[in-house]
């Protein structure tokens, strides 16, 4: 379960701050082009200010917050451009990992049932932020069947930028309903070993393209843009 902001942290570390912090810009707790302050993050988290500022470091370092000094930090807004890397960078390599499970007829539905349970009752919740954290522990679920962990936690990583947009994608009527039809027809592909609806369903599933829904999404909030 995501922590938020106002939640005390049970271990207080550096690690720990950086963790909560990118968390809250990921699932815009912290939102795109918003003054930080240090003094009530600190606060709120329950740190002094010094592992605030070197959680802000290491978050300015991949391009999540712009510090700049006499002027405050704020958190980075939302560069489109670089979400659709990191999605396109995901696309390329789940797809591969995918299509050649689904070439075994890999039966998986075991692993990712209870993945499933819980992206459900967030949909029936109309809960984004725990749709999202359910749908990452399928796919790495996936990942971990074909032994690509490590990949997957270098995605993870990376993706924060997209998270972002894809929180706000999740927001509107009846993405969750879609996505969740999405994960269902994923499972049926693999362990029937129908490669070509696979494909057709990452390439919408991962569509790395300008979409309608994004452009209404940037209509919808564009002062969260670049």
Same mark, same amino acid.
């Given at each position: 379960?995501?922590?938020?902001?106002?939640?005390?942290?049970?271990?207080?570390?550096? %690690?720990?701050?950086?963790?909560?912090?990118?968390?809250?810009?990921? *699932?815009?707790?912290?939102?795109?082009? &918003?003054?930080?302050?240090?003094?009530?993050?600190?606060?709120?988290?329950?740190?002094?200010?010094?592992?605030?500022?070197?959680?802000?470091?290491?978050?300015?370092?991949?391009?999540?917050?712009?510090?700049?000094?006499?002027?405050?930090?704020?958190?980075?807004?939302? #560069?489109?451009?670089?979400?659709?890397?990191?999605?396109?960078? +995901? =696309?390329?390599?789940?797809?591969?990992? @995918?299509?050649?499970?689904?070439?075994?007829?890999?039966?998986? +539905?075991?692993?990712?049932?209870?993945?499933?349970?819980?992206?459900?009752?967030?949909?029936?919740?109309?809960?984004?932020?725990?749709?999202?954290?359910?749908?990452?522990? *399928?796919? +790495?679920?996936? *990942?971990?069947?074909?032994?690509?962990?490590?990949?997957?936690?270098?995605?993870?990583?990376? +993706?924060?930028?997209?998270?972002? %947009? @894809?929180?706000?994608?999740?927001?509107?009527?009846?993405? @969750?309903?879609?996505?969740?039809? #999405? =994960?269902?027809?994923?499972? &049926?592909?693999?362990?029937?070993?129908?490669?070509?609806?696979?494909?057709?369903?990452?390439?919408? =599933?991962?569509?790395?393209?300008?979409?309608?829904?994004?452009?209404?999404?940037?209509?919808?909030?564009?002062?969260? *843009?670049?």
């Amino acid at each position: 379960m995501i922590k938020s902001l106002s939640e005390k942290q049970n271990n207080t570390n550096k %690690v720990n701050v950086y963790h909560v912090l990118k968390n809250a810009i990921k *699932f815009l707790e912290l939102k795109p082009g &918003e003054r930080i302050n240090e003094a009530e993050l600190s606060t709120k988290i329950g740190v002094s200010r010094t592992p605030i500022r070197e959680a802000l470091i290491r978050l300015s370092d991949e391009l999540l917050v712009e510090i700049y000094p006499q002027r405050g930090t704020y958190v980075s807004k939302i #560069d489109l451009s670089l979400a659709k890397e990191m999605a396109y960078m +995901r =696309h390329v390599l789940e797809s591969e990992i @995918l299509l050649n499970m689904c070439k075994e007829k890999a039966k998986i +539905r075991d692993l990712v049932d209870e993945k499933l349970y819980k992206m459900n009752l967030a949909l029936k919740r109309n809960h984004p932020i725990e749709y999202i954290t359910s749908d990452d522990d *399928f796919h +790495r679920a996936l *990942f971990s069947y074909g032994n690509h962990e490590m990949i997957w936690n270098i995605i993870s990583n990376t +993706r924060a930028h997209y998270i972002r %947009v @894809l929180v706000l994608d999740m927001m509107l009527p009846n993405n @969750l309903e879609k996505s969740y039809e #999405d =994960h269902l027809k994923i499972v &049926e592909c693999i362990e029937s070993g129908d490669e070509e609806s696979l494909i057709q369903i990452m390439n919408v =599933h991962h569509d790395h393209n300008e979409t309608e829904v994004e452009r209404q999404i940037k209509e919808m909030y564009p002062e969260y *843009f670049v």
